[in-house]
């Protein structure tokens, strides 16, 4: 099945008993014994559930992966997969990379033993002179947030596999649905399902999806063991939103590909941070091993940061908010917002500056999104 019927169908039918067309919510903590050993294949909600196992087999089918494991929070995936190395081991991350991300490298793990190195990883020389003798893996998140680089996943790869690295692929901002970093030779892909896989702006979640019987059997042991699976209903809903992703992917990028044109000529617009530019550095890699744009841009605003605060009031469609990926349109400050536990000295290195501003581009007409950007503008 191609991908929008498997995105529909995948996983849904676990009803033998009605023939629910809908996955039911199976919200019981426990599942009782025929005999001593003796059970339906569950037996207790944190170690499987059969929502949640609906979910991950949709998830995988997606990511064209052997198993997925869907967990309460984004970051909760994450962090599931750092709980594969131990005190002792490095891994490579981007330098552009998700707030809460950088917060758990680089102020919670190095606690515990396992240190990071955070470089630009679109350049190949950087990969190699990081790499350590006790380097375990390369993080790679593309496009990067918030400033949309386009990392090279096949060099990364190569290079990781000169070095016995294992890679780790955030693939949140684009879904399965306009990238398959699987298919391109990444080891495990990680996701939030918060944002577009769920897409409604209703639930927190995540996902981890592998390839390798090794990687996928001791995940779904340290996420049973952790105790950082979603719940049946938190479940439910993200499997409700997959069936729609494709068609949403595709509206989100058709009005972010329009903003980001039409902010690339605004006269109080320094910068845009769209792969889907032609101006933008990545976009021939992007066209390599995207299918898609996505819905997210970035751009630097020519304006005092301290006028900032009036132009996110003046403007009626556009909330500013976390998180990113749901029909509605957001749009925040990185610098005080998503990003900020990065640190000033952090947020610099990475390119981020108090006029930077992240959109996520909803479903809503475009020409409302504009006019919704101009009365801001006209406020500062």
Same mark, same amino acid.
């Given at each position: 099945?191609?991908?929008e019927t498997?995105a529909?169908?995948t ?10 067309v ?10 009782y ?42 970051m ?6 750092t ?34 190195s955070?470089?630009?990883l679109?350049?190949?020389?950087? *990969? ?9 893996? *390369? ?21 990781a ?23 391109l030779?990444?080891? *495990? ?14 639930v927190?979640?995540g996902?981890?999806?592998a ?20 719940s ?7 499997l ?12 989100? !990028? ?31 890699i992007?066209l390599?091993q ?40 957001? *749009? ?11 640190? !000033? ?17 909803g ?10 950007? !101009? ?6």
């Open positions: 099945m191609r991908f498997r529909i169908h996983g849904v039918y676990q009803d033998q008993t009605f023939n629910s809908t996955t039911p919510i199976y919200p019981s903590s426990n599942f014994f025929d005999a001593p050993g003796k059970h339906k294949g569950y037996d207790y909600t944190r170690s499987g559930n059969p929502t949640r196992a609906a979910l991950e087999a949709n998830l995988a089918s997606l990511e064209n992966g052997s198993a997925a494991v869907a967990t309460a929070t984004g909760a995936a994450i962090t599931l997969v709980m594969l190395f131990k005190s002792g081991d490095h891994i490579i991350a981007g330098n552009d990379i998700y707030g809460g991300t950088y917060r758990l490298f680089d102020k919670i793990l190095p606690d515990l033993g396992i240190t990071f955070f470089v630009d679109r350049n190949p020389r950087k *990969i190699s002179d990081a790499v350590l003798p006790h380097t375990k893996a *390369i993080w790679i998140e593309t496009p990067s947030n918030p400033l949309l680089n386009i990392i090279d996943i096949e060099a990364v790869v190569a290079a596999r000169q070095h016995q690295l294992v890679t780790i692929a955030d693939n949140t901002f684009l879904s399965p649905c306009f990238q398959k970093p699987l298919d030779g990444v080891d *495990i892909v990680v996701h939030s399902t918060t944002k577009y896989i769920n897409g409604h702006s209703d927190v979640g996902a981890v999806i390839k390798l019987p090794q990687h996928v059997e001791r995940i779904q042991y340290l996420c049973n063991a952790l105790g950082v699976a979603c049946p209903f938190d479940a439910f809903l993200v409700r939103g997959l069936k729609t992703l494709p068609l949403r992917m595709k509206q989100h !990028e058709i009005n972010a590909n329009a903003l980001a044109q039409w902010l690339n000529h605004h006269p109080r617009v320094r910068k845009v941070y769209y792969p889907g530019l032609p101006t933008h550095t990545g976009h021939d992007a390599r995207q299918t898609g744009f996505g819905g997210m841009l970035s751009c630097d605003v020519d304006a005092p940061p301290e006028k900032l605060p009036a132009f996110f009031e003046a403007m009626r469609i556009f909330l500013l908010a976390e998180s990113l990926g749901g029909v509605e349109s957001l *749009i925040e400050q990185p610098w005080t917002m998503s990003h900020a536990s990065m640190g !000033e000295k952090g947020l610099r290195e990475s390119g981020i500056t108090p006029q930077t501003l992240r959109i996520s581009v479903l809503e007409h475009v020409d409302d999104l504009k006019e919704d950007l !101009e009365r801001g503008f006209a406020a500062v």
